[in-house]
């Protein structure tokens, strides 16, 4: 009898919520880096096997909003816990469950649902440590299930799986067996951009980057795909960071980007990158709109 149904992934900023749910479909849809706030959509993925199709949700991290890209991004996260069949909710705590742990459970805990712990990280603690931070939060009666896993090891993926298809009821494949996105191509191509700005520049300045798609056209002979894109940033000595001594940085973010994206398309990419400073675009509705950061935007 095949299952079918939509699971949500929820979480503090920065613990493993979009690794687990590129691990869970084997391909890198989410962006992946150490800096919080990294998600700023909620993402729809697909996992279809001969049991099942499980439709996953990826959320921005939970956090307290400072402009309106934040509010933005706590409003997918709202819009993401209804209709859900199964919540996966991720920790990385260790010692104690956190204020923003509590926070959360606060907000799931009289959900109906079928709710599914995930103690990640587990390659980075003792085994001692993980049974410790299980019991703690077991004494909140939230959840049904509590998994340690490591996601970006791989460890404890298989397990989820058939838990979260013990949950899911019978029903039909909403999607064809090879969809793993619904997404557009120019939205993952920004967002492959934006993962690799994450990884080269410093602290301050992510949180102040978007990315920009002005032209994505394949040429005739279909060999060769010619992406135009800006990197948006709030400030000039941003823009000097990103560009980098001689160039070196935007080329590095470019080179890095345009591997990742001929992997995803299949073909060759004309990528050319650039940077303009764009004062306050989190707080500027139309920019946010235009760039996908929409309340009225049902993903």
Known sequence: MFKSGFVTIIGRPNVGKSTLMNSMIGEKISI?????????????????????QIVFLDTPGIHKPKNQLGEFMNTEVDSALDGMDVLIMITDEFNKVGPGDEFI????KDLKTKKILIINKIDKFSQEAV?????????YKAFDDILPMSAIKNVGVDSLIKLIIKYLKPGPMYFPSDYITDRPERFVVSEIIREKTLLYLNEEVPHGIAVEIEEMKERKNKDLVDIRANILCEKKSHKSIIIGKDGRKIKGIGK??????????????????????????RDNNYLLRSLGYDKRHDS
């Open 32 to 52: 992946m880096s150490d800096k919080p706030q990294t998600t700023r959509n909620k993402i729809r993925t697909v996992y279809t096997d001969d049991e099942a």
């Open 256 to 281: 890095s980007a345009r591997e990742d994206i001929e992997r995803l398309l299949g073909s060759q990419v004309n990528l050319q990158l650039f940077v303009k400073i764009s004062e306050n675009w």
């Open 131 to 139: 049974i410790k931070i299980a019991q703690e939060f077991d004494k």
């Open 105 to 108: 459970i606060e907000k799931i």
